[in-house]
């Protein structure tokens, strides 16, 4: 049943913070430790970050941030926070395909006795790295033939990764029988990867700009790079580059977003590998018939697959299993890794499309069918980048299933934006948007934060049932 509102003046973008706060100083201590570019455009999830971890050290923003630049806290956690970490199983699965049924064992081949080294950075929870894993397991790889390496600058994501724990979304793209033998439902929103798999995976906390090359030591055979230059300013991505080019071995192999192509390539050449596109140091040879298959098999650069593309997505998330084999590992059927069947690219949504698809992602939200739904908000969110709706869908389907910090992230951009008059949100869905902010805020212990969002939201709907968590007005509390 709805409730009549009466008007009210426009919503906040949340707790009032200090002008400036992701100031000059700040960004360039992020671009300093990190490499990442912060603009005005992708400012506010590093706000946001600043006062959680200010909320954590009982400080106010602006002493935080004091304490931080001048090197009076440790700069870990903060790291942690303002890097990016979502990811999934399969993402670039196209790029996998042809590593392990061609790279690998043609490498193995001539090279009798010495692994195939392979780095995924940034490797987030360990989705790319595990992923490679299982691709090994089913192909019959052994162990000792291959090093798998997985490196971020997150120490929460490593840790994550050591544990192999992932939220329902981690395994989206994921082919139902991968899942069924590689994963163990644990409860209705996590899954454990086979533990046997863990060992197959070395994981390292590291900065790919300050420490790469020394923690690594020694140089890979192929390297996956997806998703990261793009954070980079000109001159970043440079350096970032160059830094790749000395982890990688004279003939091997880099594998970025295909958003990264068009980047400053500077020591790499673009080639075109069985239908996938990579990128060699330019004293690389070419491929040659041996390498690279028939050509019937090939795609041109310009109809090569976008990053995500896969057989189509599991209509539901992998059913539960029912046997488990017994074991130090678990035996798996050996077959190919399907070819990702290649379809005329989709026309843009546009019009009554979208409507009809973003219709279509509420409803599999409503049923519970979070993976659906994710892949149809985001298919509005390819047409229209700043789609309000769309964003505030996405930011509910992550919080359902666990991904907090996340849904945090794209509910204060979207708070922001819409302040900053750049969104066009309805009241009622900026209300939720600030309730979203202010339960997942208080679920993370973060509960003088939250009330500020909370306050926020009495103001505009007093009766708002989420008000149950606001206690009572207290001295220094800012005016609800």
Known sequence: MSRERTP????????????????????????????????????????????????RHGLDPTRYLQRLLSGGLPPQAFIDAVATNESYFFRSQEQMRVVVTRLIPERLARRPGQPVRILSLPCARGEEPYSLAILCEEHRIAPHSVQLVGGDISATCVADAGRGRYSPLALRRTDPELARRWFTPQGSRAWQLEPALLPRVELRRLNLLEDAEVVLARRFDIVFCENLLIYFDPETTVDALAVLGRLLVPDGWLFVDHAEWNIPRGAFRMQEFDGCVGFRPLGAPAADASESGSRAGRVAVADAPSRGASTAPPTQLPAPLTTRASGPAVSPVSRPLPRPARAAPAAPLRGSALTTHLAQAQVHYRAKRFAEALSAFDAVLTADPGHPLARLGKARVLADCGEDFEALEIAESLLHGTAAGGLNLAPADQVETLVLMGLLLHKKGLKDLAQGYLREVKRHDPHHPSLGLLRPHRPGDADA
């Open 8 to 55: 009210q003046p426009p919503l906040a973008a949340g707790p009032t913070s200090p002008p400036g706060l992701v100031a000059e100083p700040l960004r360039d201590w992020i671009r300093t430790h990190t490499g990442i570019s912060i603009t005005d455009q992708n400012q506010a999830p590093v706000e946001l970050a600043v006062r959680i971890e200010a909320e």
